[in-house]
């Protein structure tokens, strides 16, 4: 039987999201738990990704599909039993045609420490820029091949609670890096370090080509990725997700404060 398996981690435990020989990777702990617990032998045509986020990331509600002979009942019990900074919440049975890098919608959040006072009303009116259909090859770090740079942000929300400024965005895809350099670019804009023209210039494809660096990874979650599946959820302790992001914005505050030292 096919599977999609909804999961959250903390990424700044781990030294990235994808398998990689001699690092300890989220998608590396997963498969071998999975060979541990005899969910699956051969990875290779059986584990899917649906996302795979940059090192630091962390995720509340990233996907991966699975082939298994497993009793689904046994699935997400045997991977919590095993794994550290990683719980699996959710199952969902998908036909062997369902393809999980495609979804209807992608939801990012990125928590940044308020240091600096920023309004988030201004950063929301800055924010306007990006919304609806875009060329966004400025403002990733892409393959110069790539071609299908030209994207649609659904919806951008900036709002202040606790300390941080918080900037979610929807849209059906991303790009590599993308999120974090949009955050960037508001705030350059909002510092007057870059002109509002050149960047929307940038967003019509033309050779306004700005020196845009994204912000730390820390700060980012994959909030939830949109299938339109019906997920049965498992019941687990609600703390096991408060302490993923307690973990991941703590590290994402340390950091920030070992940046803003270094850069004084």
Do not use: C
Not at 128 to 133: C, K, S, T, Y
Not at 160 to 172: H, M, P, S, T, V
């Amino acid at each position: 039987m096919r599977y999609a398996l909804k999961f959250a981690y903390n990424g700044t435990a781990f030294d990235g999201y994808a398998r990689q020989p001699d690092y300890t990777t989220i998608e590396g702990a997963i498969i071998h738990t999975m060979k541990k617990e005899g969910i699956m032998k051969d990875v290779e045509g059986n584990f899917y990704p649906a996302s795979r986020t940059d090192k630091g990331v962390s995720a509340l509600g990233n996907v991966l599909v699975i082939e298994t002979d497993v009793d689904e009942r046994g699935i997400i019990p045997m991977l919590n039993s095993d794994l550290k900074d990683i719980v699996f919440y959710g199952i969902a049975k998908v036909d062997k045609d369902f393809k999980p890098r495609y979804a209807y919608q992608r939801w990012y959040r990125y928590f940044m420490l308020n240091k600096g006072g920023y309004d988030a009303d201004m950063l929301t009116r800055i924010s306007d820029a990006f919304l609806g259909e875009h060329e966004f090859k400025y403002f990733s770090k892409t393959d110069k091949k790539m071609d299908k740079t030209k994207l649609t942000i659904d919806s951008i929300s900036i709002f202040e609670e606790n300390g941080f400024i918080i900037f979610d965005f929807k849209a059906r895809r991303f790009l590599w890096q993308m999120i974090r350099r949009l955050v960037s670019a508001m705030i350059g804009v909002y510092d007057g370090k870059i002109e509002l023209e050149k960047l929307i210039s940038s967003l019509k494809g033309t050779n306004e080509e700005l020196a845009i660096y994204p912000v730390p990874p820390e700060g980012l979650i994959l909030m939830d990725i949109d299938h339109r599946l019906e997920y049965e959820h498992v019941k687990y302790p609600r703390d096991m997700f408060d302490r993923q992001i307690e973990r991941a914005l703590t590290k994402a505050v340390v950091l920030g404060e070992l940046n803003d030292g270094a850069e004084d």
